[in-house]
């Protein structure tokens, strides 16, 4: 059996996939076939998993979003990676010396996750957000 590739995914991948009036959503189409296409495991954070369903039952409706929570928690090529007291500490790190308004909290946790997974690339439409710290947390765009 092949080596599975790990990505980390954004939460405004799941978001523009499962609502077809997002602007992004026929790009998310065409990701989707490239991940179902390669042997890949994606991996979220709890807190990326907290923003999709929340955005989802605000924007979709709450069966929706819990329908679509249901299949990223059962998902076997999902992984979902709790963000715990160490992380979050680094987290707030990142968040602290990053001056760009649009990196959230959130954002930060991504990195550190990432990081703490040893995964190299992320699956993101926030590439311009996220570009300035490639270099320092060892990163590429999927």
């Given amino acids: 059996m092949a080596i599975k590739n790990n990505i980390f995914v954004d939460s405004n991948f799941f978001i523009a996939l499962s609502n077809l009036g997002d602007n992004q959503h026929k790009k998310a189409v065409e990701v989707k076939k490239k991940i179902t296409k390669g042997n890949y495991i994606l991996t979220i954070?709890?807190?990326?998993?907290?923003?999709?369903?929340?955005?989802?039952?605000?924007?979709?409706?709450?069966?929706e979003a819990v329908g679509i929570g249901e299949k990223l928690l059962t998902d076997a090529d999902m992984k979902i990676v709790h963000v715990n007291t160490d992380l979050h500490k680094l987290s707030w790190e990142i968040f602290k010396e990053v001056s760009k308004k649009n990196m959230s909290f959130v954002d930060c946790s991504s990195i550190v996750a990432m990081d703490a997974e040893g995964i190299e690339k992320f699956l993101t439409f926030d590439n311009e957000d996220f570009a300035p710290l490639r270099k320092k947390y060892r990163f590429s765009f999927f």
């Fill in 45 to 63: 954070t709890n807190l990326i998993f907290l923003e999709i369903v929340t955005v989802l039952s605000q924007r979709l409706g709450r069966q």
